[in-house]
């Protein structure tokens, strides 16, 4: 299996509204930005993976056909990955596994999501609507007509979490983690919410969505893109002599799906254990015995801040049952062992679905070269009950 | 329910198109729908959905190997077992939920008109995985607390079915007589619904009509604030209510007309809404971005006469986000 690494990355800002675009442009706009970083050609890249969650956001079924002329790669490889909230993760693990097999030498990988051109006319406003569509998501049988949503799942893993830790999460603690998130996104140019710093006492007065969760301690949803370029060993390292920037190997990749029906032998209600599972494997692969030891830079998929402290547990940061300790032990403060979410997380940075994780991952890419430093890694979660978990580990050496 | 259409009219737009001016450019906007009808077979499901319709029973898959009951019976073979057949089998219509339920105020746009409402898991009698299911409670609002993990629930059938998972939600069963909780396919319309009624207000002192005027005035200020932000006249573009707030203290009425929002001393005869909160801080604090109009509901502080408003709700919760945002910025 040959070694991969990043040798481009681009964004796009992150808008919770962008009339003046399609899907398409932003699609362009994140490659062609992404090929200038790597000092590529379109010519120069074998094919593409796409990161695109929802048909019903961009009002097409196959919404990446288009694309492939948009972005100059008629006549090459194409294939499309969407798996819920961990799609953009779950399309680098992908192109990872064609480049590892030496099926292609380099290939780019693009999410692009245009999530708010839903719109509701009972109530006037975008966001019922674009919930509405992602509730087609829950289980069309038994739950979507029961008014599943992605907030009301979540909540139910956490609050079986609660049930079982009944002192973590507590509500002053999930309120410091996403003001410190705000604080976080000032750094980040194409943060959605770059500029709205929010304290702790207006996160714990913020409004119920869905109980427990507070409106500010949600991801928000965007309109945007993001795009890698990942290349197989030999063709990275010339791409990396060529942009005088550092290779960003990806050492491991790790992923799990678990059940989405809950009871014996099926999903345990108070755990995020294909999280647990991905980062298990995403180590081994890596070879990292001890995370918070090993690991400088986590980009974790914070849809909701208690799922961020659980998923920061599930990955072995901290014990089950004092999640709460990645603030009151100062884990994830300023001047503590590891960054986590540096440039605002999705709370902030805001949550272009299929995009998100591969912005994540150029987060991820900018904090190691700009800071000199070894290892992050990158996660992604998604479907109904926080049911798929991805990590992969990015290093620097 | 014969007449009810699978989409509702009112949630469909009219089919046209209009611009919105960006940096000087302009851009087009057309009200525009994907859809698709389906007759959609519930396929080896059917037993499950019939019987629910046709005989208040609850069914489950049982694997014939190891014994796993399955509920709802998703799989007609059993993927633990080398996929051993299942064989259908009646479950209990009692069963406790497996953690505390969600409960959701801010519903997707199908669901605006049932805020607030939880759904949570069930593990009924005889059955091991757990049935997704609705939760109500028969006195008043829901909120936190009245659900748990371990609350024991009864299932209710609606009593107009059509073979879907809605045809059936939950209540406590410390809510329910002994012999309904016994009862089989007990039903919707044997339930003591507690209804809406306004709470009563205690009579004012002269302190509360002094503190009324007060925080009135300071209420009308904030409202001309709020008129007057760009993002807090957006959150309440192309929507106008009238509703009465009662307070302690005196009655405000508060309008919301396409951008403008007005607070004033008064009364209105057919309101859209009407709030009864004994305080008007509360209302003050939650439009100043110092508490949530949500969270009053939830702890009782404040009632609304329409569940249905919740989006009229979240509209001036939206807008004093807004406002607070564009201090910053």
Known sequence: ?397 | MADAKVIPLEAIPDARSEVVNVGGRPYLLLNDAMFTFYRRSMGEFSPFFLALRDEKRILGARCTRCGLVRVPPFVTRCPDCGFAPTELVEVGDVGQLVATPPVTYFANSLFQQQVPFGRGRAILRGADTALSVNLYTTRGILVPGIFRKGTEVKVVFRSERKGEITDIFCVPTAELTPDQVAKKGLEESELDWERATEPPLPSATAQDAARFHEIAAQLSALARELSANERARRDIANWWRTILVKTTGGTLVMKIANGDLTVEEGTAAAPDLVMVVADPAVLLNALAYRGSLTQAIMTGKLWISKNVEFTTVFKLERMARSLARSKKA
């Open chain 1, 1 to 397: 299996m040959r070694r991969v690494g990043i040798v481009g990355a681009a964004v796009t800002p992150f808008k919770a509204r962008w009339y003046e675009k399609t899907y398409y442009e932003l699609a362009q706009m994140a490659t062609a930005a992404a090929l200038e970083d790597a000092g590529l050609g379109v010519d120069d890249v074998d094919g593409v993976v796409y990161g695109i969650y929802n048909d019903i956001f961009q009002r097409a079924a196959i919404p990446e056909h288009p694309l492939q002329a948009v972005i100059g790669l008629e006549n090459k490889f194409g294939v499309r990955v969407s798996n819920g909230g961990a799609t953009g993760a779950y399309a680098m693990s992908v192109a990872h596994a064609y480049l590892a097999a030496e099926r292609f030498k380099t290939l780019l990988v693009l999410g692009v999501e245009k999530a708010t051109d839903c719109f509701d006319f009972q109530s006037m406003s975008a966001t019922p609507e674009v919930i509405k569509t992602i509730g087609w998501s829950g289980d069309s049988f038994f739950e979507q007509k029961l008014g599943w949503t992605a907030s009301d799942s979540y909540a139910e893993v956490v609050l079986a979490y609660m049930d079982e830790h009944p002192g973590d999460l507590k509500p002053e603690i999930t309120a410091q983690v996403a003001a410190q998130l705000s604080q976080q996104a000032r750094d980040n140019e194409f943060a959605q919410r770059r500029f709205d710093q929010v304290t702790p006492e207006e996160v714990l007065n913020s409004r119920i969505v869905v109980y427990p969760f507070k409106e500010l301690e949600i991801c928000v949803y965007s309109e945007g893109a993001a795009a890698v370029i990942m290349a197989e060993e030999q063709t990275a390292k010339a791409i990396a002599r060529n942009t005088g920037k550092p290779v960003i190997w990806v050492t491991g990749v790790g992923e799990a799906n678990e059940p989405s029906f809950a009871g014996k032998n099926h999903k345990i209600m108070h755990r995020i254990l294909s999280h647990h599972l991905a980062a298990k494997r995403a180590y081994e692969m890596a070879g990292i015995k001890n995370p918070l030891k090993e690991i400088d830079v986590i980009e974790l998929h914070d849809a909701f801040v208690h799922q961020l402290e659980i998923s920061m547990a599930e990955m072995g940061f901290v014990p089950l049952g004092r999640a709460d300790s990645v603030i009151e032990e100062g884990l994830m403060m300023p001047g503590g062992p590891i960054l986590v979410n540096p440039s605002g997380g999705l709370l902030y940075s805001g949550h272009a679905v299929g995009a998100s994780n591969i912005m994540s991952a150029w987060s991820a890419r900018r904090e190691l070269i700009r800071r000199g430093l070894r290892r992050a890694l990158v996660h992604g979660t998604g479907s109904t009950v926080a049911q798929y978990g991805v990590v992969l580990i990015l290093e620097q050496r």
